[in-house]
């Protein structure tokens, strides 16, 4: 969303700086000729309630948690004050406008009358940004128009000169998810990225060259352990190992965690068909989602795959995003945080070309 000019990867490495709802997510992975290799990661919870509606209304909270995070708990090193930040995509806005091919002054005024009209607050009250995506013809474009709030980015701006990083992009939480996936395997059909996370599931939908769609729905990690615990009478520790050793998977205890779960899931699945139908109407039939990845925190549910599948009558997969990331010399995060990061490697992963924009 923003980005400063003329930057060099090579030269100025940035890392990326994920702030969740109740922890910081940090990675820096540097680009080899062998590879992409983890420098440095690490993570720290604090007080929820430093954030309220995407705001960081009390930033010691944060800053004390980071300071402490990149002083005394990576694991490796940060080699730069240079960071890419994520922004939460439920108070985000991400829209693909067509337009009519026009030089600079007017495309500007074009996109801010979009944005007057398809974002729902003023615009005296949002930070945007624009991206000429391609030509449609000769006549007309794609233009990428995201925004965002000026109170939540100035929050998040205020926590970053305190810790003394320079800020050199911003972008949502599915944009940096979706660089992950894009780097981890090759897509040769436009695909529905599901991240499943502990506190909400952000969607996207991506179709071989830019993120079309984008949608978050309240269905969560979290909410099911709490549902699992709730339904069999189990501390939440327990019903965190059912979940992720059972899960929704034939077994003694399958119909208590389906009849259990099963209302949370059909609020990830209910989304998910919406999304499909929106993008079919708006591509007339020309490119259909072909298949549906999941990733995230909240993915180690045995058997989840299976279960958007059969609903959403759409090939689903898990998605590995670290299989072509190596931690060096590093000791790895345990297999069930590995997730944790996928946000702050995608951030880190900002290419040249997207900086310099």
């Excluded at 000769?138 to 128009?145: A, G, I, K, S, Y």
């Excluded at 965690?257 to 209302?263: E, F, K, N, T, W």
């Excluded at 010399?329 to 297999?335: G, T, V, Y």
């Amino acid at each position: 969303m923003v980005g400063k000019q003329q930057l060099f990867y090579k030269d100025r490495p940035v890392f990326g700086f994920d702030i969740g709802r109740t922890s910081i997510k940090l990675m820096q992975l540097t680009k080899t000729k062998k590879g992409t290799v983890v420098d440095g990661y690490g993570t720290i919870s604090f007080d929820p309630k430093a954030i309220a509606n995407g705001i960081i209304v009390d930033p010691e909270i944060i800053i004390k948690a980071a300071h402490e995070l990149i002083e005394n708990q990576m694991v490796g090193k940060l080699t730069t004050k240079k960071v890419a930040v994520s922004l939460p995509n439920a108070h985000s806005f991400s829209r693909i406008l067509t337009l009519p091919i026009m030089d600079a002054k007017d495309l500007a005024l074009a996109v801010e009358l979009e944005a007057s009209q398809s974002i729902p607050l003023p615009l005296e009250d949002l930070y945007y940004d624009y991206e000429v995506m391609k030509a449609i013809d000769d006549q007309t474009q794609e233009v990428h128009l995201a925004a965002c709030p000026k109170s939540i980015i100035d929050s998040y701006m205020g926590i970053f000169e305190a810790l003394g990083l320079e800020v050199e992009l911003v972008e949502s939480n599915i944009s940096a998810v979706t660089r992950m996936v894009i780097q981890a395997e090759e897509h040769d059909e436009t695909s529905l990225i599901v991240d499943f996370g502990s506190t909400a599931c952000d969607l996207s939908v991506y179709d071989g060259s830019t993120i079309r769609i984008t949608s978050t729905v309240n269905c969560s990690g979290d909410a099911i352990t709490d549902l699992i615990s709730e339904k069999l009478g189990l501390t939440k520790q327990q019903a965190h190992s059912i979940k992720t050793r059972y899960g929704l998977e034939t077994s003694k205890k399958q119909e208590l965690i389906l009849g259990a779960v099963g209302p949370e899931l059909d609020k990830l699945t209910s989304e998910i068909r919406k999304v499909i139908r929106y993008y079919g109407e708006r591509s007339a039939g020309k490119d259909d989602i072909g298949q549906i990845i999941i990733l995230g925190g909240g993915a180690n549910l045995p058997g989840l795959s299976g279960y958007i599948t059969e609903r959403a009558r759409l090939p689903a997969r898990l998605c590995a995003p670290w299989n072509k990331l190596s931690f060096g010399k590093l000791q790895p995060p345990h297999e069930l945080e590995t997730t944790l990061y996928t946000t702050a490697g995608g951030l880190s992963l900002v290419t040249p070309k997207e900086l310099s924009k």
